[in-house]
Each structure stands twice: as structure tokens, then as C-alpha cells.
């Protein structure tokens, strides 16, 4: 199955709402073994998802970030990423784009290494790419690489508890 995902099926799956909604597309996921198998041990690392954000100088955090030099902030690409890989279990829960997702939680728990090598500024796209690398019960780690035109922009390796409320 093909996981190609629009700002309907982003806004299904995310809680997040304007101005904290960070991801505009999905453009793949590459879940790794049975999508009904919900064993989320060791055997998800390695599982890619590819997201897009389009920065645009209408949203409001330009309004206050250097408004003479407009980069997008750091923390918003550290954001961005921690929603692109919340995508990673997506195929395992969501059988049609259409359902009603589940009841899960994606915390942001933990960031390191993280390294911004060149401004995102309005007008970029943001494509973020996401790698699951350990899987522990309820945490999970992954590195993410965020690029515009080809160029690599920032990287970090994320950390995130999965909780699913009954």
C-alpha cells in the first residue's frame, strides 16, 4: 500500500492545531514487516517516513523572529521532525485514510545531537526524513534529516514515548 497522505489525513492523525501543526504532506511511509503486526518491539527499527513542510511568511512566528531576517526557528525544525516521525506507526493503526485514528500519544521526550547547518527562511520547502532506530516498548528513537532543494538543513536524533490510552 501506497502512503501518500494531504493535510486532511495530517490533521486526522495530529493533534496539533494552527499555529503548531507543522507537517503540510506526507509523502511516504516504508513500514517494515506485516502492517497487523502491532508488536512494537525491535522489530519496527528501520521503519522511513518522508514529510513536507511549507514555510510560508505568513505564519504568525515571523512576526517576532528576527522580522528584518526571517529564519524559521530552530525549535520549529525540531518540531516538524518529531511530527514527521510520529507517522511511523501510522500503517500499523490506520487501514483506510478516512478512520478515526486511535487514541495515541506521541510525547516528545527527548532531543540530542541536534546540528542546524544552514536558515530555513520563507518561501523553503521543508522535507524531513525520519528513521526509526530503537524501539523499547513505549519509547522509541529516530534520526531525522531535514533538507531544502537537496541540502541538508538540520539533524537530530529524537526520542518520543508512544502511549495508547484505553
Excluded at 15 to 23: I, S
Excluded at 51 to 69: A, D, R, T
Excluded at 77 to 97: G, H, R, W
Excluded at 148 to 157: L, N, Y
Aim: hydrophobic share 40%.
Amino acid at each position: 500500500m501506497e502512503y501518500r497522505l494531504g493535510i486532511d489525513q495530517v490533521r486526522r492523525w495530529l493533534p496539533h492545531r494552527a499555529p503548531f501543526l507543522m507537517v503540510d504532506r506526507i509523502l511516504s511511509i516504508e513500514p517494515i514487516g506485516s502492517v497487523d503486526d502491532r508488536d512494537f518491539g525491535s522489530s519496527k527499527v528501520g521503519i522511513k517516513v518522508l514529510g513536507l513542510k511549507c514555510v510560508s511568511y505568513n505564519e504568525p512566528i515571523f512576526q517576532g523572529h528576527f522580522p528584518q531576517f526571517s529564519i524559521f526557528p530552530g525549535v520549529m525544525i525540531v518540531e516538524t521532525m518529531a511530527q514527521v516521525a510520529s507517522f511511523s506507526v501510522y500503517p500499523y493503526f490506520m487501514k483506510t485514510p478516512d478512520q478515526d485514528p486511535p487514541a495515541l500519544e506521541t510525547i516528545l521526550i527527548g532531543v540530542d545531537d541536534v546540528r542546524f547547518r544552514k536558515p530555513v527562511v520563507p518561501g523553503d520547502t521543508l522535507h524531513v526524513s525520519t528513521t526509526v532506530t530503537k524501539c523499547r516498548g513505549r519509547i522509541w528513537a529516530f534520526d531525522a534529516v531535514a533538507t531544502v532543494d537537496g541540502e541538508r538543513v538540520a539533524e537530530a536524533s529524537i526520542l518520543a514515548n508512544l502511549n495508547l490510552r484505553n
